[in-house]
């Protein structure tokens, strides 16, 4: 069993810079199959895609409202993931979720995620 924890929210500014934090534990991670992603959730919205990144070789995948703005990336281990945040806009305010699954492919819906962590929360001020 996997077990994701995210960490770095936090109340913000528009214009100003996050960078959230999830780190996996539980299993091996070498497999070229693991892909770990973000996701968000605005009061009243579904839950939506936002980033993931293989860990077999790197690739990411970004939604369109965040592209150029946000960078997700592991470290060297490659059991924990970063999502760099920058010129946040008022509307990225959301509970952030770090999710994980074993397909394989840079999925973008929820239903394709098997792990999730716990959330954290990022509120950005205009």
């Known amino acids: 069993q996997i077990q994701l924890v995210e960490s770095g929210g936090g109340l913000v500014q528009a214009g100003d810079s996050l960078r959230l934090s999830c780190t996996a534990s539980?299993?091996?991670?070498?497999?070229?199959?693991?892909?770990m992603g973000w996701f968000r959730q605005a009061p009243g919205k579904e839950r939506e895609f936002v980033s993931a990144?293989?860990?077999?070789?790197?690739?990411?995948n970004y939604a369109d409202s965040v592209k150029g703005r946000f960078t997700i990336s592991n470290d060297g281990a490659k059991d924990t993931v970063f999502l760099q945040m920058n010129s946040l806009k008022p509307e990225d305010t959301a509970v952030y979720y770090c999710?994980?699954?074993?397909?394989?492919?840079?999925?973008?819906?929820?239903?394709?995620?098997?792990?999730w962590g716990q959330g954290t929360q990022v509120t950005v001020s205009s």
């Open positions: 539980g299993r091996t991670f070498s497999s070229f199959m693991f892909v």
């Open positions: 990144i293989s860990c077999f070789n790197g690739n990411t």
């Open positions: 999710a994980a699954q074993w397909r394989g492919r840079l999925l973008t819906g929820a239903r394709e995620y098997d792990y």
